[in-house]
């Protein structure tokens, strides 16, 4: 190669763990989707995951509060916000492990790594997703307003969990799930033990999930030297998994005993907790897809603790109309 010569980007393919039926692969203008892909629109899942958070909490403090209902601008607030920011966080994860995730095959083609982004335009997208999502915040009061800032201190450091500590899905625990403390405090102005309780039961869950998800990396992890509590725990990840997801439940239960919760929500916690057990009685983490599978299912485990919460609040009010 002579000098200065460039190097061609790589052609755009779909990212390997993104559903071959995604709406950015079949729909989007093609000069849109590096920049999709990078915000993760293809992939929406992790939107998920960072806004049930949201939604329980704001839903139990509804409970607390005796509402009918989950309030529906909120409830659209936080989607908004969630998918704006998990793709500004995404952008800025993938700015800063762009060497990384060129050695690690399911990363390489992401679009930093494959050349089909700048690093100025991540940036850009980056800044661009952020201020969507303070517009989403600056619609809340304002505890609310900086305790949700408050949470940039540990999105910024996470991506360097993984270079330092064999622990970085507690970090990533951490930072995923602030929106149970930020759903309580859009409704109280305030922090409650409920909502120190969802937090906790979140982050539990979180290093969970993210467990199964790291299986997918474990050989390219292990030759760049990076943690995971998937290498940490190894074949011991079915019981670790299985605690995670068991303190998760146990901490729900919680939140929503001091929330003042009903019965219907307690049994939602059940059948949260049999779903579960059904990722970890039937996990294989020597196969990628299995792993996958899984970790996207917990999609379920969120719809169904919204669903008892709604149905705690309808239920509430029926009752008091007979």
Known sequence: MTAGAEISPRPLTRVVDASSSNWVDRWAPASWQPYLRLGRFDRPIGSWLLLFPCWWSQ???????GDHYPDPVYLLLFAIGAMAMRASGCAYNDYVDRDIDAR???TAGRPLPA?????GGAIGFVIVMALVGLFVLLNFNSFTI????ASLLIVAVYPFAKRITSYPQIVLGLAFNWGALVGWAAIKGSIGLPAL??????????VGYDTIYAHQDTE??????LGSTAL????????????MYGMAG????LAGALAGAHLVYFLAVVLVFLQMSWQVSTLDTGDPANCLRRFKSNRDVGLALFAGLAADMALSWFAGLS
């Open 59 to 65: 839903a139990m403090a509804q409970v607390n509060s």
């Open 104 to 106: 690690v095959q399911r």
């Open 197 to 206: 309780a969802l937090y906790a039961g979140c982050v539990f869950w979180t």
């Open 115 to 119: 050349g089909h982004i700048s690093r």
């Open 250 to 253: 146990l901490m729900w239960l």
């Open 232 to 243: 940490t725990f190894g074949d011991d990840t079915v019981s670790f998994v299985g605690g």
């Open 146 to 149: 900086w305790l949700a800032i």
């Open 220 to 225: 390219d992890d292990a030759l760049l030297g």
